[in-house]
Nanobody, 126 residues
Framework: QVQLAESGGGFVQAGASLRLSCLASGRTFRIYTSGWFRQAPGKEREFVAAISGISGTTDYSDAVKGRFTISRDNAKNTVSLQMNSLKPEDTAVYYC???????????????????WGQGTQVTVSS
């Protein structure tokens, strides 16, 4: 089992940037796919971005493509989400997740993830 801990959330104005980090325990984290999801009040959890462990292949939702960048530092067992040009509709709790898979074929499916962090709140004011 991999334990995940997110950090970096906060309250910002529209147009600002934030960087979320996810620190993982366990050596196998670095070879598996990692993803970021978000959940706004009253809405379902939605896919944001994912990155595979070995090849570093990435995937983004249309809502964040071009504004958010996912990256990983396997030496530090971390996955980060750089969020630029934030909008009020980006307001949500952001979750880091790990999937015991080597590709991103199922990276958009929450049920395919094995481990989840507790989440970090991101609030963007207009």
């Amino acid at each position: 089992q991999v334990q995940l801990a997110e950090s970096g959330g906060g309250f910002v104005q529209a147009g600002a940037s934030l960087r979320l980090s996810c620190l993982a325990s366990g050596r196998t984290f670095r070879i598996y796919t990692s993803g970021w999801f978000r959940q706004a009040p009253g809405k379902e959890r939605e896919f944001v971005a994912a990155i595979s462990g070995i090849s570093g292949t990435t995937d983004y939702s249309d809502a964040v493509k071009g504004r958010f960048t996912i990256s990983r530092d396997n030496a530090k067992n971390t996955v980060s989400l750089q969020m630029n040009s934030l909008k009020p509709e980006d307001t949500a709790v952001y979750y880091c997740a790990a999937q015991r898979a080597y590709s991103i074929d199922y990276a958009r499916v929450p049920a395919k993830y094995d481990d989840w962090g507790q989440g970090t709140q991101v609030t963007v004011s207009s």
